[in-house]
């Protein structure tokens, strides 16, 4: 029994720390005192990103190869990105922001457990004729953090302290 009596155990051992490497560039302009623009595009890579990988080792007591989720040093991660935001103050009350992002994050794990939760689950014909364990991706796919073309905006009134102060609102 031991690593066989459940499949889905996760066993801890040492690992390395990871290596990112991120680097940003960022411009701002400022137009007539109350406009502003800012430009940044930033990456960032991440190797031996920690993860979960199925990894077999001989059973001490039987001789045969057992299988087990065990932590590695195994995920790779690139992200790039630029985000673009306008400032605007209208008046001594009337401020506008808009933002706009774009994220293209790719990589062979979004976290340490995407192997086993989602990848090591399947089945492929050569895991089924040899009894291996599905194997990680090799190849960089999308992952959770990419964020394709987000918008967003606030538009905020600050009123002073004596506003409206003895008014028929008082």
């Keep these: 029994q031991g690593g066989n009596a459940n499949t889905n155990t996760t066993y801890g051992r040492d690992v390395e ?6 680097f940003e560039a960022g411009y701002r302009q400022v137009f007539g005192g109350n406009t502003v623009v ?4 930033y990456s960032k890579t991440t190797r031996n990103a920690i993860t979960y990988r199925k ?3 001989e059973d001490p007591n039987e001789g045969n190869l ?13 992200a790039r990105g630029v985000d673009v935001r306008f400032d605007r103050r209208f ?6 922001a808009l933002n706009y992002s774009f994220v293209d ?18 089945n492929t014909n050569l895991s089924i004729l040899t009894g291996n364990p599905v194997e990680p991706p090799e190849l960089l796919l999308t992952l959770d953090q990419s964020r394709a073309h987000n918008v967003a905006g606030t538009f905020s009134l600050l ?12």
């Design 17 to 22: 720390v990871p290596r990112t490497i991120l």
């Design 38 to 41: 800012d430009i940044s595009a």
């Design 55 to 57: 990894i077999g080792f």
């Design 66 to 78: 057992i299988y087990i989720n065990s932590l590695t040093n195994s995920d790779y991660s690139l």
């Design 91 to 96: 008046s001594e009350i009337a401020d506008l």
């Design 105 to 122: 994050a790719r990589g062979t794990g979004s976290d340490p457990t995407t192997y086993t939760g989602l990848i090591l689950r399947r």
């Design 159 to 170: 009123f002073p302290t004596d506003y409206m102060e003895g008014g028929v609102g008082n």
